[in-house]
């Protein structure tokens, strides 16, 4: 569907991954698009005085998860910054693509309902234009 976004889980796609059989760690990829100018409208609370980018914004996003990441035993594995596709569409582009590990499904659960990593969260949606989340489990 052309023009649809993806920032948040879809609940039904949630229940699924969590429902889904398999141990051990999980990896997680993350593409990210950037919006030009962040937008703080759902989250004042977190909005600095002056506009900022949307990568901006993401960058005060991962400072403030890694603490967040650490303390539920998980980890940033790779960050780096997107070019365009040697096999894949051409007009498909991501700013950014992070690896993160989790030790396990209860790990990722753990960090993403942390209330206090919540708090903070609003930066991503604020930084985000689109996004993918894509579980991988180790085989």
Known sequence: MPGKTFIEVNPEEGKNFFQKPGKGEVI????????????????????????????????????????????????????????????????????????????????FLKFASNEDYLKIAGHRTAALKDSRLLPIDRI
């Open 28 to 107: 997680m990829l993350n593409l990210l698009k950037f919006k030009e100018i962040a937008d703080y409208s759902e989250f004042p609370h977190l909005q600095i005085h002056q506009d900022i980018s949307g990568e901006r914004a993401y960058e005060l996003y991962m400072q403030n998860t890694l603490p967040f990441l650490k303390k539920a035993g998980s980890e940033l594995l790779f960050q780096g910054k997107c070019n365009a596709f040697l096999i894949g569409p051409q007009t498909e582009k991501w700013d950014l693509m992070l690896l993160v590990k989790h030790a396990s499904k209860e790990a």
